[in-house]
């Protein structure tokens, strides 16, 4: 019988260290202290899914305030002995060029088979271990990376689609006499593991198909930041860690007449690596008087409630968002989200306030909206409402499972609607009003909103129809910034734009 030990993970997002960015206290979480975990040996691989390079304060700062984020990461992932990892859509954010900076100074190979143009990544390995064990290890990524991302990030960048390529990369693999094969995908699950039932029709998560129609040993899955362990489909065995390194898989394997796995979920804990920590250090350092610089002062403290109370009552976090978009780009209206947590900015508003409010490196856009299309935008928004057997207002389903997606909801400032929340699902919208007038049919508006969202990204499709007015290149925490500390003296704008009828 032969071993094998993974540890694996997946959409760290920049959760370096043990480090709550939003109030500075230390937490139980962090790859730092995920790597103190690891115990390598000849028979040991260590395994990232993707989304590492994008997502916290932390990563802001390398890469808008330092020339090498990409190498510091890349030596954060060689501490801790990775020998293979694969991309994610977020990888993309800071362009082909930040990519290629991380993979080239990184020890573990990238392997994204279904990704051409960017120098370092492969699509397969093999690699025989201490033991004599063949292993065979393909990447893919989510081809959705091709709609979320920005045009000038994917310049001389080809996806296609991550099922076939890892059909053909499995192909590849068999062909070298592999006794295992894995696939490291950066997509989830678009079928619940239990039952089998469709919990998506778009294809962004394809690993339910990989395991059911293609006969890979293990699918290390990832992207959904949904933890999963122990999962078994059609004879694959599947597992995938939750988010921002609270923790990480550890897989052991046996072959002998076949392949068994047993995975278990190992908390980051508390212990933090004292080599990352040497590495690290010095940046958080300058990272927290950077946070901590106050740029300006609102005239009311921006607090997040309930989610489900933010989106119907309306936000002044939303709306002071809003408010830098429209006049960042002089758009009739403006559209915004809110991550699953939310920050919040305090009257003497700092940097460190902003990044960890605003997280995502989007940028902006402006499209050309008909009365219709914005009906059809607005009417997945009121998706996101559901009425309880009280009578009372809830989340709906489909926005928490399989995993929360309060970012999805967006919050528009500049026209005044109202959802009838009582009404089927795609007829809910029952007012659209611009000016104190109800929107006519032949109406074209300007709306500003993300890059992310304009893609037609978290069900908003029909932004795929709109024509492109103006692309703005800054990051939307940078515009937040400036326009703070150009305003100085800011009031918040507190008018409530929709209402709910139910």
């Not at 088979?113 to 201490?130: D, F, K, L, S, Y």
């Not at 898989?249 to 007449?257: K, M, P, R, T, W």
């Not at 559901?386 to 995993?403: Q, R, W």
Request: net charge negative; glycine share 8%; aromatic share 8%.
């Amino acid at each position: 019988m032969k071993k094998l030990k993974i540890y694996y993970t997946s959409d760290v997002h920049g959760a370096f260290s043990p480090t709550d960015y939003a109030t500075g206290s230390r937490i139980a979480a962090g790859l730092s202290n995920c790597i103190a975990g690891f115990k390598k040996d000849g028979d040991t691989l260590i395994i990232d899914g993707g989304d590492i390079l994008q997502g916290s304060p932390f990563t802001y700062y390398l890469y808008s305030q330092t020339e090498h984020g990409g190498k510091t990461i890349a030596a954060l992932m060689n501490i801790g002995g990775y020998d293979f990892v694969t991309l994610g859509n977020h990888d993309f954010n800071y362009g082909k060029t930040a990519i290629e900076e991380y993979l080239a100074a990184l020890n573990a190979k990238c392997l994204c088979a279904n990704v051409r143009g960017i120098r370092g990544v492969e699509g397969t390995a093999v690699i025989t271990m201490q033991s004599g064990l063949r292993v065979g290890l393909a990447g893919v990524t989510t081809h959705y990376v091709s709609i979320f991302e920005k045009r000038e990030n994917m310049r001389g960048i080809t996806v296609t689609d991550a099922f076939t390529a890892a059909k053909e990369a499995l192909s590849e693999l068999k062909a070298r006499h592999t006794d295992i094969n894995i696939c490291i995908y950066h997509g989830g699950y678009e079928r619940d593991l239990a039952t089998g039932a469709l919990l998506s029709s778009t294809d962004e998560n394809q690993g339910y198909r990989i395991c059911a129609e293609l006969d890979y040993d293990i699918l290390l899955a990832g992207h959904q930041h949904m933890a999963a362990e122990n999962k078994r489909v059609c004879g694959t065995f599947t597992c995938q860690p939750a988010d921002k390194a609270k923790e990480y898989i550890e897989l052991d394997i046996s072959v002998e007449n076949g392949v068994s796995a047993v995975s278990r979920i190992c908390p980051a804990g508390n212990n933090e690596s004292a080599a990352a920590h040497e590495l690290l250090a010095p940046y958080e350092e300058r990272a927290a008087v950077w946070f901590d610089t106050p740029v300006g002062h609102l005239d009311a403290e921006l607090l997040p409630d309930e989610h489900i109370k933010m989106a119907a009552n309306g936000s002044l976090i939303a709306n002071f968002f809003n408010q830098v978009q429209l006049e960042a780009t002089g758009a009739d209206i403006s559209a915004t989200s809110l991550g699953n947590t939310v920050k919040g900015l305090n009257r003497d508003v700092t940097i460190r306030d902003i990044v960890s409010t605003y997280i995502y490196p989007n940028t902006l856009k402006t499209l050309c909206v008909t009365r219709a299309q914005l009906k059809c935008a607005l009417e997945r928004s009121a998706e996101y409402f559901a009425i309880d057997a009280n009578g009372k207002l809830k989340v709906s389903e489909s926005f928490l499972t399989p995993i929360e997606q309060h970012f999805n909801y967006d919050y528009f400032s500049g026209i005044e609607a109202a959802f009838d929340i009582r009404r089927r699902v795609g007829d809910r919208v029952v007012s659209v009003k611009y000016k104190g007038e109800e929107l006519s049919e032949d109406k074209r508006l300007t709306l500003c909103l993300n890059n992310y969202r304009a893609s037609g990204a978290g069900g908003y499709d029909i932004y795929r129809q709109c024509q492109t007015v103006r692309e703005l290149p800054t990051e939307i925490a940078e515009l937040i910034i400036a326009y703070v500390d150009r305003h100085r003296n800011i009031t918040v704008d507190k008018h409530k734009w929709l209402k709910l009828i139910y």
